[in-house]
C-alpha cells in the first residue's frame, strides 16, 4: 500500500530564508508526483509536476526534485515571502489516482 | 480555459438527509476525480469517472455515488449523512496532459 508522508508538518520561517520541504513515500512504482499549494478552506493550486523519468522541474522561485529509488521529493522555495504562507502538499500518481501526504503547513513572517 | 468549478461553496445537512454536490471540469478534460478532505489532513480519493463510467473507487461505501454527464460535468451524491462526512470535498479534472486541475471546494458541514 503507497503511503506518502511530508516533513516537517509545520514549518515558520523569516521572510527571505531560502527552504525545503520534504516528501517521502513508500511506494517507488508511481507514475508522477505532483506539489499543489492550498491557502485555507481552498482548494489546491498545481504548482509543480514530476514525471517518473524526470528528476527535477523548476517555476520561478520553485524547484521540485524526484528521486524514486529513495522514495523521496523535495520542494525547494528560494528568498521565501509572506505571501507563500500555505499548506504545501505532495501527491504521487498510481493506479489512477493520487495518494497525498498530510501537508506541511508553511509560515513565512515579514 | 475556465477551470474546475465546484457548486455550493458551503452546505450544511442534518444527519440522515441526501446531499449533492457539483463540478464542472475544466475545457477539455474528460476525467473527473472527487476528493474528501478532512481538517488537517490530506484529500483522499472517494472515485473518478472518464466517459460518464466510474473507472476507480477508494475505500468509501456505496452511499457514496457519482455521475459523469456528457459534457463531462459531474455530481457527487452522499445519502445517510454522518456527522463524520463533514469535510472540504474537491473535485479535479485531467485530460491528455498529465496532471490534475482541482476546483476551490465544497465546504460540508453535517450537524
Known amino acids: 500500500k503507497q503511503e506518502v508522508t511530508q516533513i516537517p508538518a509545520a514549518l515558520s520561517v523569516p521572510e527571505g530564508e531560502n527552504l525545503v520541504l520534504n516528501c517521502s513515500f513508500t511506494?517507488?512504482?508511481?507514475?508522477?508526483l505532483q506539489w499543489f499549494r492550498q491557502d485555507p478552506g481552498k482548494g489546491l493550486t498545481s504548482l509543480l509536476l514530476i514525471q517518473s523519468s524526470q528528476r527535477e522541474q523548476t517555476s520561478g522561485r520553485l524547484n521540485a526534485s524526484l528521486d524514486k529509488s529513495s522514495g523521496r521529493s523535495t520542494l525547494y522555495i528560494a528568498a521565501s515571502q509572506p505571501g507563500d504562507s500555505a499548506t504545501y502538499l505532495c501527491?504521487?500518481?498510481?493506479?489512477?489516482?493520487?495518494?497525498f501526504g498530510q501537508g506541511t503547513e508553511l509560515s513565512v513572517k515579514p | 480555459e475556465t477551470g474546475v468549478t465546484q457548486s455550493p461553496t458551503h452546505l450544511i445537512k442534518t444527519r440522515g438527509q441526501q446531499v449533492t454536490l457539483r463540478c464542472s471540469s475544466q475545457s477539455g478534460h474528460n476525467t473527473v476525480s472527487w476528493y474528501q478532505q478532512a481538517l488537517g489532513q490530506g484529500p483522499q480519493f472517494i472515485f473518478q469517472?472518464?466517459?460518464?463510467?466510474?473507472?476507480g473507487r477508494g475505500n468509501f461505501p456505496p452511499r457514496f455515488s457519482g455521475l459523469q454527464f456528457p459534457n463531462y460535468s459531474s455530481e457527487l451524491n452522499v445519502n445517510a449523512l454522518e456527522l463524520d462526512d463533514s469535510a472540504l470535498y474537491l473535485c479535479?479534472?485531467?485530460?491528455?496532459?498529465?496532471?490534475?486541475?482541482f476546483g476551490s471546494g465544497t465546504r460540508l458541514t453535517v450537524v
Open positions: 501527491a504521487v500518481k498510481k493506479g489512477g489516482k493520487l495518494i
Open positions: 479535479a479534472s485531467s485530460g491528455t496532459s498529465p496532471g490534475y486541475t
Open positions: 511506494d517507488s512504482a508511481i507514475y508522477n
Open positions: 469517472y472518464y466517459r460518464e463510467e466510474e473507472n
